[in-house]
């Protein structure tokens, strides 16, 4: 029998993790754990292996996996990895020596995403614009989770290349009176969690990157924005309280829904041209299907085309929801084999 590979998709709340066929693409023994319940990937890893029934620490067991492929919500090009989100902090090496390993891939979570997008089933897409898909152009992968995660995949002649950004910490650029004021606010507040000043923070300089807006504590800043210019006590403390209460009829939370989508499609739009994304924009995350109903609502898609003399171009470019639940992992699988991915 041979030994089963590892998959990993690691983000700054939850680890998932399965095992495939070498070889193959589909996961199967998926586990999501809380990532705050270890202090890094190998106790994670081990705890999995042992929910899944294999012995972590034998590694001559048949069944012990010896290769493995984690993506990670963060920057991955040097030997240390960072997370962003979580305290999680090791080096490639740590992990490899630790848990006896012949192959070892890490790559950028939205990597990931981008080359699990191919793999994923066409009942698991909403088409929200049609367009016209170029058959050899690279596809934009965006979608906001504990943070906004953007990459690209392109086909190559030896498999999909994968290629990552950073394109979330990008700076937010207002397109209108509302979000000038919104620029406005979020200028002159500190994100720290630590920190109590209001104006003139020596944290904050006054960048608002769109990651700030456009993830699950974003939509809450977005909320707490929208009451404070609106003079209205705040009602909800947290994201899923926000999408509660915008379905129950509050005008501010429904408000901020619709911006929040709304901002999504400037930034959607603006990736779009920045890598050419002729081969389809694909909508990731855990946030955008519970959203699905607002889609139709809001201005996602006026925003994503409304590119003054490139909007004929964002207009033809195929934007898809991913529903499907495990798209990280598919990616994961994929790069493990894949020649184009280091």
């Not at 911006?259 to 855990?286: E, H, M, N, Q």
């Amino acid at each position: 029998m041979s030994r089963p590979a590892l998959l990993g998709d690691i983000g700054g709340t939850n680890a998932r993790f399965a095992l495939t066929t070498p070889g193959a693409i589909a996961p199967h023994a998926i586990h999501s754990l809380p990532c705050a319940d270890y202090s890094g990937p190998v106790a994670a890893i081990r705890d999995y292996l042992t929910r899944v029934g294999i012995d972590g620490a034998n590694l001559d067991d048949s069944r012990y996996p010896r290769e493995i492929c984690l993506a990670f919500a963060c920057p991955v090009h040097n030997e240390r990895i960072a997370m962003t989100n979580n305290p999680w902090s090791f080096t490639r090496q740590e992990v490899r020596e630790a848990l006896g390993l012949t192959l070892f891939k890490v790559i950028n979570d939205f990597e990931a995403q981008a080359l699990g997008v191919p793999h994923v089933a066409e009942h698991e897409l909403v088409t929200l614009q049609p367009g016209i898909t170029a058959p050899h152009a690279t596809r934009l992968v965006i979608g906001p989770g504990t943070g906004l995660g953007m990459a690209g995949v392109f086909p190559g002649k030896h498999g999909w290349i994968p290629l990552p950004t950073e394109g979330g910490h990008v700076s937010f650029a207002p397109t209108d009176q509302q979000e000038l004021a919104l620029l406005d606010y979020f200028r002159r507040r500190c994100f720290r969690h630590d920190c109590f000043h209001h104006d003139g923070c020596p944290h904050h300089d006054g960048r608002i990157s769109v990651e700030r807006l456009l993830c699950g504590q974003g939509m809450l800043n977005l909320y707490f924005a929208h009451c404070a210019l609106g003079g209205a006590t705040p009602s909800c403390d947290s994201p899923a309280a926000v999408t509660r209460a915008a379905a129950n009829g509050d005008a501010l939370a429904r408000d901020t829904i619709l911006r929040f989508l709304k901002i999504l499609g400037d930034v959607s739009g603006d990736a779009a041209l920045t890598l050419g994304a002729r081969g389809g924009v694909y909508l990731c995350g855990g946030i955008l299907p519970r959203l699905l109903d607002w889609l139709p609502e809001s201005r996602f898609l006026e925003a994503f085309t409304h590119k003054g003399r490139m909007q004929r171009y964002t207009a033809d470019i195929p934007v898809k929801v991913v529903t499907a639940p495990w798209t990280g992992l598919l990616g994961a699988a994929e790069a493990l084999y894949n020649e184009e991915v280091d």
